[in-house]
């Protein structure tokens, strides 16, 4: 064992031979630290073949049209939704790496998917955070099947596979990979270098032997995943679980997918018994009043394939000193950006009130589509204006003040009248080309004729549903 003095990255893991300011790799500032490291002597013809972990395993050159696809083989987590942000199910070999804070409830999800799959298949929950006798009374308390489900506590990476080898085992969980550590690596066990070094030793052993891997990892207090970026790359699938430890409901959002769509959300009720599944989340995102009160708007939105009825809510208030912005679920640059051209091209000044946005339930919107409703809310509470309670509205706004189209419209349109809304507001490039029954499609070109349809003359067409 040979020691070396490296500087390495502490966001993403590059090494340098010397400091330097800003990582070429990540783009971090002032992230590099100096390491001693230990490495192994490698004969060159051989140094590549041994740290791929396939040494015995020939390499040559095909066509990619010769190149044999095995077909997906996936099995249920018996979740639906835990399926479905999956992309149908856990594919078999596949390394699933899922994040979030502290007691949000990533290992009772992963306990409900283990005690499940284990009623079929060889399953082993390996925890270094927690004893034995905690998952036992999680298990317990949850009233999960406990006599099916083998156990483990340990954190060295190479006892790990060696007791992989010697029991053959379909599917493991590894809670979480901040206490692994590998004696490859002279740093303590939740180090950029110890977390980087034993996700590649565990992702590289499961794809070799056919093993789906999930692996549990901490955020940071910016809410992203702790550890070096590479970790993310490594892995075939990237779970963010979202939400508020004391609140009832929680958020699995993928961002990574080799196997299905990203962006895809599921919502979950955190209850005595787990996690339940939440089939319809209108019900969580559409908590109104009984009446229509202003500064409030549903928008259909999207998340992955599933659309969305989120309500938008917005309060302007006038001020004698510095307007303030705050904007909660949606980009605050966005909304800078969206007054600005409600001045400019509709007349409309926001600029100088406070205003205070918000997107009920605790749901982040990354979509353009919010744009419009996010307006109508804000001119709603200026002018002291309900809008119609069941009115829906979805487009993206120009900087000339065109209302641009959205991906989806049709199954957002049709989403909006499942729930029981009688009109929609739409962009005219989405106009359907067949009428929709029991729903007033409404479609406008700029962001002037939906404040006259909806604020000024009142609309005939929104009379007739209001």
């Not at 009623?119 to 099947?145: C, D, H, W």
């Not at 099916?148 to 379909?170: F, G, W």
């Not at 196997?259 to 955190?270: C, I, P, Q």
Request: glycine share 8%.
């Amino acid at each position: 064992m040979a020691k070396t003095i490296v500087h390495m990255c502490c966001e993403c893991g590059k090494e340098e031979d010397k400091w330097v300011g800003k990582c070429v790799q990540c783009g971090a500032h002032n992230s590099f630290r100096k390491m001693t490291v230990e490495r192994k002597a490698q004969h060159r013809a051989t140094a590549g073949l041994s740290h791929s972990g396939y040494a015995g395993q020939q390499h040559h050159i095909t066509k990619l049209n010769m190149v044999k696809m095995s077909q997906e083989l996936r099995c249920s987590t018996g979740i639906d939704e835990f399926d479905r942000v999956l992309g149908g199910g856990l594919v078999t070999g596949s390394v699933v790496l899922i994040g979030g804070d502290p007691g949000i409830g990533k290992s009772t999800l992963l306990l409900q998917t283990a005690t499940h799959i284990a009623k079929n298949q060889s399953v082993l929950y390996i925890t270094g955070e927690e004893s034995l006798a905690q998952v036992a009374m999680r298990a317990k308390r949850l009233g999960l099947p406990m006599d099916r489900l083998d156990v483990m506590a340990e954190t060295k990476v190479e006892r790990i596979c060696e007791i992989l080898t010697e029991q053959k085992t379909s599917m493991v969980i590894l809670d979480s990979i901040q206490t692994l550590y590998t004696e490859a690596i002279p740093a303590a066990s939740g180090s950029t270098s110890q977390i980087k070094e034993s996700a590649s030793i565990l992702t590289r052993f499961a794809k070799h032997a056919g093993i789906s891997l999930l692996i549990v990892g901490h955020v940071t207090k910016e809410k992203e995943l702790a550890g070096p970026k590479v970790l993310e790359h490594m892995v075939d699938c990237v779970l963010h679980f979202e939400g508020q430890s004391d609140l009832q409901y929680r958020m699995l959002r993928v961002v990574k997918n080799r196997f299905g769509a990203v962006n895809e959300l599921s919502v979950f009720d955190m209850t005595d018994q787990g996690l339940k599944e939440v089939i319809n989340p209108a019900t969580i995102f559409l908590d109104r009043y009984g009446e229509a009160v202003a500064g409030s708007v549903v928008m259909v939105s999207r998340n992955g394939v599933r659309p969305f009825l989120v309500e938008v809510q917005a309060l302007v208030s006038e001020t004698k000193t510095t307007p303030r912005q705050l904007i909660l679920g949606l980009e605050y640059n966005r909304l800078t950006l969206l007054l600005t051209i409600m001045k400019e091209q509709a007349n409309v000044d926001i600029l100088e009130h406070n205003v205070y946005v918000n997107i009920v339930g605790g749901l982040k919107i990354t979509e353009t589509a919010s744009d419009l409703a996010v307006l109508l809310a804000c001119v709603s509470s200026l002018k002291n204006h309900p809008l119609p309670h069941d009115m829906a509205v979805f487009g993206e706004v120009g900087l000339s003040g065109e209302i641009r189209s959205v991906p989806n419209a049709q199954e957002r349109i049709k989403e909006a009248q499942k729930n029981g809304f009688k009109a929609v507001v739409i962009p005219k490039v989405n106009q359907p080309k067949q009428p929709i029954d029991s729903i007033k499609v409404i479609v406008v070109e700029y962001l002037y004729q939906v404040l006259q349809i909806v604020f000024e003359q009142n609309g005939e067409e929104l009379r007739q549903v209001g």
